[in-house]
């Protein structure tokens, strides 16, 4: 099974601020069609999730441009370029490349300093 | 604009049995995946399954399998997620979501969660 692991679980962080979070699998995540299916989804406070990138790096529609998905392989990153008080939240990676099991990771809470 | 609509909270005992509901609108329902994420208090989104509505080929993650049974009624664009006997262990909110996109279909589109509350 493909584990994901997300670092850090705790970020505080100052408004304004550029936050990171990192999420690395136990797994290539390159499927055989060559992309990667990394998301990115954040959980605010008492809502469900909400996608804001896919294949790594893709925004989704209404998805502020101060967040931004890099990386390959095994290891990818979220970037929040200046953190605002609306980011506050659970943000979780997932895997999907292992279709049909897809995997979580174990969620990073953003709250500010 | 694609909507999935969960069914309203539920509290049980141990032992009943249980059904809930995601009703989906704005897309197609039967040309994408629905899956099922179940989220326990103060814990993390676990990835449970997931069914194709045109078909109602089901698909489980090794931790939930046996445990919930997936369906779908394609008529009326739901899609169900069922116990025959809850433990207070399954006291969980339960989340559908569309699996869509090309390529690998992926988790975009959620619904509103289902608070089941198991208790004696």
Known sequence: ???????????PVTLGQPAS???RSSQSLVYTDGNTYLNWFQQRPGQSPRRLLYE????????????????????FTLKISRVEAEDVGVYYCMQGTHWPLNTFGQGTKLEIK | EVQLVQS??????????????????????TSDWIGWVR?????GLEWMGMI???DSDARYSPSFQGQVTISADKSIS???????????????????????GSG??????????TLVTVSS
């Open chain 1, 56 to 75: 790594v790096s893709n925004r989704d529609s209404g998805v502020p441009d101060r967040f931004s998905g890099s990386g390959s392989g095994t290891d």
């Open chain 2, 8 to 29: 309203g909270a539920e509290v049980k005992k141990p032992g009943e049995s249980l059904k809930i509901s995601c009703k989906g609108s704005g897309y197609s329902f």
């Open chain 2, 39 to 43: 989220q326990m208090p103060g814990k």
């Open chain 2, 104 to 113: 690998v279909p992926q988790l975009d589109y959620w619904g509103q969660g």
């Open chain 2, 52 to 54: 194709y509505p045109d």
């Open chain 2, 78 to 100: 739901t899609a169900y997620l069922q116990w025959s006997s809850l433990k207070t262990s399954d006291t969980a909110m339960y989340y559908c979501a569309r699996h869509g």
């Open chain 1, 1 to 11: 099974d493909v584990v994901m692991t997300q670092s850090p679980l705790s970020l």
């Open chain 1, 21 to 23: 979070i990192s999420c």
